[in-house]
DNA sequence: CTCCAGCCCTGACCCTGCGTCAAGGTCAAG
DNA sequence: CTTGACCTTGACGCAGGGTCAGGGCTGGAG
């Protein structure tokens, strides 16, 4: 007769795996001697090898008995799923080595490429780092709601950084990032956006724009704005005061007063940069 | 401020993935509100983002606060740490998938093919069914301990069983598997077993054999025998009496009354079969 | 006879990445 | 006031065991 330890060795696993299956009910429990010892027969090697031998080739314990005892068509059914299964598994894995490959190949973390030639861009253009996080981080944002539509975005951010009034009004934007409500600079930055927007919106009247920015993500994108410029509820408030509310989708303050349809924003995409030209 | 229901939403995640992450540490405990609600602003739904785009690459939980914090070098050494492990993983699950291809194949369940071959051909020759499946687990056990030999093993057993009086023999102790202790035939058997025995003996008389079976092994097979035959101790008894001991390594009784050198066994890898004739 | 090493036993917690109750508090609408 | 949809903490569950903890047994040496 055999101890556990016996048994465990002959079959090539370990003592704590033998009393696991006697728990998963895969392996009978044997008779104990007088001192409460389990005791093995050289049947219950095989039958541990068997068991083994399955879970060795990637079947869950759960399936082991079934397997045991299947037939041969049962067997091969069984074989099927467990392969389709690993097969899965090997798809993910695979899925994931390209992910992080991309990861380290400069996809910054959620970034999609365009958006980070974008980022890359503005830093060649001068703009602050502060202003470049906070423009990252609206992206990933974005990407993660809506991932097709981002490169036709980047395609419009792209013609308007390059675009001299916009880039101006922009930059000048960034340098205000970190400026108190009260910065006399606030004022006549109201003024100039508010100026850029009738012209793109004169524009753009009676466009039928499409709208693919959800309310949700257009709140959530404001929010961050909020967030990130200690002075942005000083010039969401001046932008107000010019007839102007919102900033990623900014709309007339009295829709009713223009037209009975919903205005035609200017540019839902693009946060903290106003109207685009598209 | 958002809810962590709303945040959840944003990130594409469970509201219990989100906890998940707080007790972790890799997301920060937010404010709560006077009730005790969880609020988060905008800033957690990119680092939440951030997370799980490490996760949805195959990064451990574990391992994501170090990566969101790493810088470039950190960053690509921990990367290629990973992918070493999902490619050691993908190389497992194909191993697993090679395996439970070749079950489902016929290996059946821990048999190497030459053993499954030289199953087939007792069935042929009219083995019984008890008998074979005896022998089977024998070799299941062989095959756990010594893979490698199997194959040479296979080729001694083959030829023993198309040998004329050796498969006779055989055949006679298969139609006495199941027979009681006091079987009138088993005194015949044990002569034609040790008369066969003494032959092969003499034949192989000096041969200075390798042994490549552990006693062990031998222990564990004779075990095996000694399990499945009711009457396998009256015929061992009835062996001793003739002068040999043993089973599986089968052995003269008093190894000193004839040389001072451990006796040449006979065949110690054809359990339940007499001596071979390699 | 005692001592010690090396077995054996059960019970319980640990790992991953959450899913899924359970039991109760809160909030907004009707 | 009620209802249903949220929110809270706490706990168990999954696969396949690893790893103590705390105790009992056994066999050989001194």
Same mark, same amino acid.
């Given at each position: 007769?055999?101890?556990?330890?016996?048994?465990?060795?002959?079959?090539?696993?370990?003592?704590?795996?033998?009393?696991?299956?006697? =728990?998963?009910?895969?392996?009978? $429990?044997?008779?104990? &001697?007088?001192?409460?010892?389990?005791?093995?027969?050289?049947?219950?090697?095989?039958?541990?090898?068997?068991?083994?031998?399955?879970? %060795?080739?990637?079947?869950?314990?759960?399936?082991?008995?079934?397997?045991?005892?299947?037939? %041969? $068509?049962?067997?091969?059914?069984?074989?099927? &799923?467990?392969?389709?299964? #690993?097969?899965?598994?090997?798809?993910?894995?695979?899925?994931?080595?390209?992910?992080?490959?991309?990861?380290?190949?400069?996809?910054?973390?959620? #970034?999609?490429?365009?958006?980070?030639?974008?980022?890359?861009?503005?830093?060649? #253009?001068?703009?602050?780092?502060?202003?470049?996080?906070?423009?990252?981080?609206?992206?990933?944002?974005?990407?993660?709601?809506?991932?097709?539509?981002?490169?036709?975005?980047?395609?419009?951010?792209?013609?308007?950084?390059?675009?001299?009034?916009?880039?101006?009004?922009?930059?000048?934007?960034?340098?205000?990032? %970190? !400026?108190?409500?009260?910065?006399?600079?606030?004022?006549?930055?109201?003024?100039?956006?508010?100026?850029?927007?009738?012209?793109?919106?004169?524009?753009?009247?009676?466009?039928?724009?499409?709208?693919?920015?959800? &309310? %949700?993500?257009?709140?959530?994108?404001?929010?961050?704005?909020?967030?990130?410029?200690? !002075?942005?509820?000083?010039?969401?408030?001046?932008?107000?005061?010019?007839? @102007?509310?919102? @900033?990623?989708?900014?709309?007339?303050?009295?829709? =009713?007063?223009?037209?009975?349809?919903?205005? =035609?924003?200017? &540019?839902?995409?693009?946060?903290?940069?106003?109207?685009?030209?598209?």
């Amino acid at each position: 007769m055999l101890t556990i330890s016996q048994l465990a060795s002959y079959a090539g696993v370990t003592v704590r795996a033998v009393r696991h299956y006697h =728990a998963k009910g895969l392996l009978p $429990e044997p008779e104990r &001697d007088h001192s409460g010892y389990r005791r093995y027969d050289a049947a219950a090697v095989v039958e541990l090898i068997r068991i083994r031998t399955l879970a %060795d080739a990637g079947v869950p314990l759960s399936r082991v008995r079934e397997l045991l005892a299947a037939g %041969d $068509e049962a067997f091969a059914a069984a074989v099927e &799923d467990i392969d389709r299964r #690993l097969r899965a598994e090997i798809r993910q894995r695979q899925r994931h080595r390209v992910r992080i490959a991309q990861l380290a190949a400069g996809d910054s973390l959620a #970034l999609p490429r365009e958006a980070v030639a974008y980022l890359n861009r503005m830093h060649e #253009l001068g703009f602050r780092k502060r202003l470049i996080e906070i423009e990252r981080d609206s992206w990933i944002l974005i990407a993660a709601q809506m991932p097709e539509q981002v490169p036709a975005f980047m395609a419009i951010k792209h013609a308007q950084i390059e675009h001299e009034t916009l880039r101006r009004l922009y930059l000048d934007i960034g340098d205000l990032a %970190d !400026c108190a409500p009260d910065d006399p600079r606030l004022p006549s930055l109201a003024d100039r956006v508010a100026a850029f927007i009738e012209a793109a919106a004169a524009e753009a009247a009676g466009v039928e724009e499409e709208q693919p920015v959800s &309310d %949700d993500l257009v709140a959530l994108l404001d929010a961050a704005f909020v967030e990130s410029f200690p !002075c942005a509820p000083r010039l969401l408030q001046l932008l107000e005061e010019r007839g @102007w509310t919102g @900033w990623t989708n900014i709309r007339p303050m009295d829709p =009713a007063a223009r037209s009975s349809r919903q205005p =035609a924003s200017v &540019d839902r995409a693009s946060p903290h940069v106003m109207p685009s030209y598209s």
